[in-house]
């Protein structure tokens, strides 16, 4: 059974700092993983979709990785901003089911 | 982007009574949608695999005849939770899945906050 785990549960920098958040999983044999954002009592947003095949995935401050073979994944944000301040789930996929870690509530202080 | 809605948002019910949760895709077919549930603090559980025309797949430990899921339309799927008690108070997510060419992506809901008294 998958396991995804997302270590520390909540971060808190300053403004303008670069950040990666960590995502690990047991089990590799997956078909993509993505990072999703979430703020308090809403949805999910989908910030990145990498696929297995793939290592990496880039949408404006935001940079993914992927190693499957080590079961990891980052989520690298660049010039934080108190905007960004949100719950990041990473959650890996296989036969189209999503397992979610607890997920990493950050906070940018100003 | 592919969008999903859920009505309603929020409710409050009384112990003992049901409450239906609509999930709809609005610009796209989903033949598959999923739901979930969220304590504070914890992962998203994934409690069932609505499928069209056919019957939900849930999952371990999750009782369908408590939570009643019926996909009647490529665009809909509700979930009716059967005489609600005050454990069933959670955050529900409904996802459904956009096929595009090769790729395949699942959106997801706003969220329905349900609260029994």
């Known amino acids: 059974k998958q396991e995804v785990t997302q270590i520390p549960a909540a971060l808190s920098v300053p403004e303008g700092e670069n950040l990666v958040l960590n995502c690990s999983f047991t089990d590799s044999a997956i078909y993509n993983l993505q990072w999703f954002r979430q703020d308090p009592g809403k949805g999910l947003t989908s910030l990145l979709l990498?696929?297995?095949?793939?290592r990496e995935q880039t949408s404006g401050r935001l940079n993914a990785s992927l190693d499957k073979s080590s079961g990891r994944s980052t989520l690298y944000i660049a010039a934080s901003q108190p905007g960004d301040s949100a719950t990041y789930l990473c959650a890996t996929g296989a036969n189209s089911k999503l397992t979610f870690g607890k997920g990493i509530t950050l906070s940018v202080r100003p | 982007g592919a969008v999903v809605s859920q009505h309603p948002s929020r409710v409050i019910c009384k112990s003992g009574t049901s409450v239906k949760i609509e999930c709809r895709s609005l610009?796209?077919?989903?033949?598959?949608m999923f739901w979930y549930r969220q304590f504070p603090k914890k992962s998203l559980m994934l409690m069932a695999t609505?499928?069209?025309?056919?019957?939900?797949?849930?999952e371990q430990g999750v009782e369908k005849d408590k939570f009643l899921i019926n996909h009647a339309s490529l665009t809909l799927s509700t979930l009716t939770v059967t005489s609600a008690h005050p454990e069933d108070s959670s955050f529900y997510i409904c996802s459904a899945i956009y096929s595009s060419g090769r790729a395949s992506e699942q959106y997801f809901g706003p969220g329905t906050r349900l609260t029994v008294t």
């Open positions: 610009d796209f077919q989903a033949t598959t």
């Open positions: 990498i696929q297995s095949s793939q």
């Open positions: 609505s499928n069209e025309g056919s019957k939900a797949t849930y």
